[in-house]
């Protein structure tokens, strides 16, 4: 029986984060099988799996892949942007496309990547819009049935892919003449097939093709791009392929063909999707509906606007009720989206545990070929994408489309189709709230933020003091540390400094105060963190689970939620000051009493320092000013030019000062000053001093 990569319990968690329906993919298992397809082919010297962008086209699994030594093999224009906005480059990329824009190989040609040729025509077509590449692979189509074991897998001469034979001997000659350096050969014959003998089936043919050619035009081919079309077990009762003994069957076939005729130099590339990614992702979706006619259906919030291939193929994805998956399926559903469309079925007697409304339901095997085939039929808006770290966190790596999105290319008709967007409230969860406060304590106190991580480095290139290179060296292996065994950066973990800003299209359901509050108190007490809050000023009895936070709230345009929690140890906030200058005493007065807070506060905010500033209002609003200007991004330029020159100027005035890394003298004082301003009396000048420490730690979601 096929069971989710995620329990239950997690996954109830995750949904009240992130409302479904959501694709949910499993880091563990995607890395696991990147080893163990490059492992199965390690013989063969030259292997590179290249990923077919198309089945997941998302940049942090490609990312994934890319830490696993794979390539990618891209079709079109966009998934070549996004294979080089991953990082990309080179012979990295497989160009395998048909009928393809001049643009589109122009782009490919610049990238270098390696472009697989469909057609005889397009070398000149090539030639004429990009120039001919020293490397080039063509995709080979032998025509007829390719059988295996007297079976027909499928009809390549119904395909419209690829070079027959004799125009693959023509096109080698006229490519050698036109300059090329290196051949490569490419097919693809089948689709998600289910026996061991496919790859290798395919590889001889492939193989041998190529001692013909050798032999033909003396033309040794370089590489052969066996493709993708191993397929994976859909159904439980399914036999799955197995990659170790398709890999040695390649290689003896490899060993009869190519090495026995002095070719055993050849590399072997794979371009797997489905493989790759399929049963490590799922579509997650909730029971809307009951209804019981002639037969009984369940409606899910998910329709094939997010998942097709049943509707399009008829295809089989295995289902699981979470929560009861040790229960008997003794029940009979047709599971059902929302489409005007009758094909718009999941499952047709299906039989399941009795299903309630409410219920999560999970559909299997959806990693590839899922989301990507996802569309807008009946207005339907596309589902966010999330990912199954393998510390058990989770990543929205992709948001949910929202009207918004659906909208954006009609903007030139004229027509506003936002204008009564008001009265459409979006709801979110106190729960989703929660879970999302007690993440992001944990991630503040665990892992420096990047922009104060380089920062660090920054100051550690320049410092030429030993005790304070030390210092800083040892900042940035704690913070590491800190990361990676999931540890506090610092033993004060702070009082939960929290900033929401809340869309006007939002009401929570719940006590959104209480929702935080719960946040911050299941992250501390999940993590061990310290409880460092006082329930009274002066009596001093410690409220044992570090609430109540310090809460402060803004509005802005629109249905999302942000929310910024920002520990705040008191090493720091005990140096902090604030002033009520007069008018009189102008920039002078304002930047000589910045000073004068980060003089005195020496080496007991544990510097290099971050100084926030907070200018005008009331006393009170400079001081939250200065608060908030601590979350700004390090390195970052004030968007003022008056104040970007003053922010610059006190950076180097403060560094001056020589109180350097925990105080030991240096170069680094602060990493940075930020400076926020408000409209103030005309009799007053407020000024408020917020000092954080070297990792002034904060964290920021979006709901």
């Given at each position: ?19 479904t ?6 880091e ?49 224009m966009t ?9 990309f ?47 080039i ?16 897998m ?40 289910l ?6 089936a ?63 130099n ?10 790759m990614?399929g ?20 409606g899910?919030?998910?329709c ?53 409304t409410g219920?999560?339901i ?21 589902s ?31 027509y ?73 950066i ?35 007490a ?17 409220t ?35 002033c ?20 005195s ?20 609003k ?11 991004e ?22 001056e ?30 000024v ?11 964290r920021?979601?979006?709901?």
């Amino acid at each position: 029986m096929k069971a989710p990569f995620v329990t239950h319990e997690k996954l109830e968690e995750i949904i009240a984060r992130y409302n479904t329906p959501f694709y949910l993919y499993d880091e563990k298992g995607i890395r696991e099988n990147a080893r163990r397809v490059n492992e199965s082919f390690a013989w063969n010297k030259g292997f590179k799996e290249y990923f077919a962008v198309k089945a997941t086209p998302n940049p942090v699994i490609l990312k994934i892949l890319r830490d696993e030594g794979c390539g990618v093999d891209c079709s079109g224009m966009t998934e070549l942007m996004m294979a080089e906005a991953v990082g990309f480059c080179g012979a990295e990329i497989m160009f395998s496309s048909n009928a393809t824009p001049a643009e589109e190989f122009i782009y490919a040609k610049k990238l270098g990547a390696i472009i697989n040729l469909d057609d005889f025509t397009h070398i000149d077509f090539l030639d004429t819009r990009a120039g001919i590449p020293a490397t080039i692979c063509l995709r080979y189509n032998p025509g007829g049935s390719f059988v295996i074991s007297n079976k027909i897998m499928d009809v390549p001469g119904e395909a419209k892919y690829g070079f027959t034979k004799r125009q693959l001997l023509e096109g080698f000659i006229k490519l050698r003449d036109m300059g090329v350096k290196e051949f490569g050969l490419h097919a693809f014959l089948a689709s998600n097939t289910l026996t061991n003998a496919y790859y290798p089936a395919l590889a001889r043919l492939l193989f041998e093709t190529a001692v013909w050619l050798k032999a033909e035009t003396d033309i040794p081919v370089s590489f052969i791009n066996l493709s993708g079309g191993i397929g994976i077990p859909y159904k439980p009762e399914d036999k799955p392929n197995d990659i170790n003994v398709i890999a040695k069957m390649v290689r003896d076939v490899y060993d009869e063909t190519l090495a026995a005729n002095g070719l055993g130099n050849v590399a072997i590339f794979s371009e797997l999707g489905r493989f790759m990614l399929g049963p490590y992702g799922c579509l997650v979706a909730t029971a809307a509906h009951k209804k019981e006619i002639y037969k009984n259906y369940i409606g899910l919030d998910a329709c094939a606007a997010n998942l097709l291939r049943p509707a399009m193929y008829g295809a089989y994805h295995h289902i699981t009720v979470s929560g009861k998956e040790n229960l008997p399926c003794d029940h009979m559903y047709d599971i059902t989206g929302s489409l005007c469309e009758n094909n718009d079925k999941f499952a047709i007697n299906r039989k399941l545990p009795k299903i309630e409304t409410g219920d999560r339901i999970v559909i299997h095997d959806a990693g590839a070929h899922g989301f990507a085939m996802g569309y807008n039929y009946n207005g339907k808006l596309k589902s966010a994408e999330l990912l199954l770290r393998l510390d058990g966190d989770v990543e929205l790596i992709r948001r949910a489309e929202t009207p918004a999105d659906y909208f954006a290319t009609l903007n030139a008709t004229g027509y506003d189709f936002e204008k009564k967007k008001s009265a459409r409230l979006r709801f979110i969860d106190a729960a989703q709230i929660t879970a999302t406060v007690a993440e992001l304590c944990a991630k503040a106190n665990f892992e420096i933020s990047e922009d104060i991580r380089t920062a660090l480095n920054g100051a550690l290139a320049v410092e030429t003091s030993p005790l304070a290179r030390t210092v800083l060296d040892t900042l940035l292996e704690n913070a590491s540390v800190a990361a990676r065994e999931k540890l506090p950066i610092c033993q004060d973990t702070g009082m939960a400094v929290v900033f929401i800003s809340i869309g006007l299209d939002i009401h929570v359901n719940g006590d959104i105060n209480e929702a935080i509050n719960e946040g911050v108190r299941r992250g501390y007490a999940e993590c061990y963190f310290r409880s460092s809050v006082a329930r009274d000023p002066i009596n001093r009895v410690n409220t044992g689970d570090n609430t109540p936070a310090v809460i402060y709230y803004d509005f802005e345009p629109g249905d999302k939620l942000r929310i910024t929690v920002a520990p705040k140890g008191f090493g720091s906030e005990n140096m902090s000051k604030v002033c009520m200058l007069n008018p009189s005493d102008g920039l002078d007065g304002v930047e000589d009493f910045i000073l004068e807070t980060v003089r005195s506060a020496g080496a007991n905010p544990c510097p290099p320092v971050i100084v926030g500033v907070g200018i005008g209002g009331t006393m009170d609003k400079a001081a939250l000013l200065s608060k908030q200007a601590l979350t700004r991004e390090v390195g970052s330029v004030n968007a003022d030019p008056f104040w970007a020159e003053v922010e610059a100027r006190l950076l180097v005035r403060i560094n001056e000062l020589g109180i350097g890394p925990a105080g030991f003298g240096g170069k680094t004082t602060t990493l940075g000053a930020h400076i926020l301003t408000y409209p103030t009396h005309i009799a007053g000048l407020p000024v408020a001093v917020n000092i954080g420490c070297h990792a002034t730690r904060h964290r920021t979601a979006v709901i």
